[in-house]
């Protein structure tokens, strides 16, 4: 059974950049399409950015597009959040998926979680 466990969440003031991070309790990145999403409060789990195996591949939701970056290396996934704004404030949780290819923004392709870690953006 793979865990994820995320890292790297806090309290921020907008503007702000935090970086988090995921890594796997077994060596079972490899292989996978590893993804970031985020549930923000009386709202739907949403995609924020995945990358491919060998980073062959990344993609982003528009809403973080040009402000994170995901990369990932043997041990971890991780999301780098610059520009930080009060709508980015949620729970954001890692997950993995054994597809190569997309779409990648749907949740129900990932088989696994992480436990989520709060992003908080203050204004």
């Known amino acids: 059974q793979v865990q994820l466990v995320e890292s790297g969440g806090g309290l921020v003031q907008a503007g702000g950049s935090l970086r988090l991070s995921c890594t796997a309790s077994e060596r079972t990145l490899t292989g996978r399409t590893l993804g970031w999403f985020r549930q923000a409060p009386g709202k739907e789990r949403e995609f924020v950015a995945a990358i491919t195996t060998s980073s062959s591949r990344t993609d982003y939701a528009d809403s973080v597009k040009g402000r994170f970056i995901i990369s990932r290396d043997n041990a971890a996934v991780y999301l780098q959040m610059n520009s930080l704004k009060p709508e980015d404030t949620a729970v954001y949780y890692c997950?993995?998926?054994?597809?190569?290819?997309?779409?990648?923004?749907?949740?129900?392709?990932?088989?696994?979680w992480g436990q989520g870690t709060q992003v908080t953006v203050s204004s």
């Open positions: 997950a993995a998926t054994p597809y190569y290819i997309g779409p990648y923004y749907r949740a129900q392709r990932y088989d696994f």
